[in-house]
């Protein structure tokens, strides 16, 4: 039996202010030669005929609008799995987490939270893993950056804007915008929570840096300190706040 294999190489290069970016697909690698395919055998008539090229194989199809848009949005998340959390860094802390990283536990924090009256546990975990997302092309800013509040809104609103544009619109975009905007306006009991999850994050964070690292990330206690808006957040805030203390 004759593998046949398709390797695709996909360019797009797309204006943004800023910056200019490419995206490259590059080739998946090559199956095993060893490795066996089983395929099972059915009855059942073709509802239509196979593409056949000049030789006689079968070609796979050409992908869809809704596929080739997905994996432009997805190349360019990629971004926040290698992009590191500015906070650390200017710490000098070894090994930073990503913003992907930061999200992601995030999440978990939305997934193991116990149900709370009028939230919705599920657009929590959904809000936690896009709230931080335009950052895939602005960066990490944080409050040292020198960036106002307003300047920071405008540059991650023309970010999103794009990325949406770049998924092809439709329900899931507007999904991603909507989640977006209002953990921005911090205008939902959801978005509430989620604030309170970003502080958490933060702070358990810096108590495993400072238990693995030796270092002194007192400052980013402080930040949070007093603003936590939820029940949940005041009592995960307490905990971390006591295992601290127990190390002290």
């Known amino acids: 039996m004759r593998n046949v294999m398709n390797r695709v190489f996909f360019s797009k290069s797309l204006s943004l202010t800023p910056p200019h970016?490419?995206?490259?697909?590059?080739?998946?690698?090559?199956?095993?030669?060893?490795r066996a395919v089983h395929c099972?055998?059915?009855?059942?008539?073709?509802?239509?005929?196979?593409n056949r090229s000049g030789d006689g194989s079968v070609s796979a199809p050409p992908p869809s609008p809704a596929a080739s848009s997905a994996i432009d949005f997805l190349s360019l998340c990629s971004r926040l799995k290698t992009t590191a959390r500015a906070g650390w860094v200017k710490r000098d802390v070894k090994n930073p987490e990503s913003i992907a990283d930061h999200m992601y536990r995030m999440g978990l924090m939305a997934l193991v939270s116990s149900d709370i009256p009028s939230v919705n546990r599920d657009k929590c975990m959904k809000m936690a893993i896009v709230h931080d997302i335009a950052e895939a092309i602005v960066g990490?800013?944080?409050?040292?950056?020198?960036?106002?509040?307003?300047?920071?809104?405008?540059?991650?609103?023309?970010?999103?804007?794009?990325?949406?544009?770049?998924?092809g619109g439709g329900e899931r975009a507007e999904e991603i915008a909507e989640l977006w905007?209002?953990?921005e306006a911090n205008a939902s009991p959801e978005a509430k929570v989620v604030k309170d999850f970003d502080k958490l994050e933060m702070i358990l964070q810096a108590l495993e840096y400072e238990q693995e690292q030796g270092q002194?990330?007192?400052?980013?206690?402080?930040?949070?300190?007093?603003k936590f808006q939820t029940d949940?957040?005041?009592?995960?805030?307490?905990?971390?706040?006591?295992?601290?203390?127990?190390r002290q």
């Open 21 to 34: 970016l490419r995206f490259f697909h590059l080739p998946a690698a090559a199956s095993s030669p060893n």
């Open 40 to 50: 099972m055998a059915d009855d059942s008539p073709l509802s239509e005929p196979p």
């Open 140 to 167: 990490d800013i944080t409050p040292s950056c020198g960036v106002s509040k307003e300047e920071k809104n405008r540059r991650e609103s023309e970010a999103l804007e794009h990325m949406c544009k770049l998924l």
């Open 181 to 183: 905007r209002e953990y």
């Open 216 to 226: 002194d990330l007192e400052e980013f206690f402080q930040s949070t300190a007093g």
């Open 232 to 246: 949940i957040g005041k009592a995960w805030a307490l905990e971390i706040a006591s295992r601290r203390r127990k």
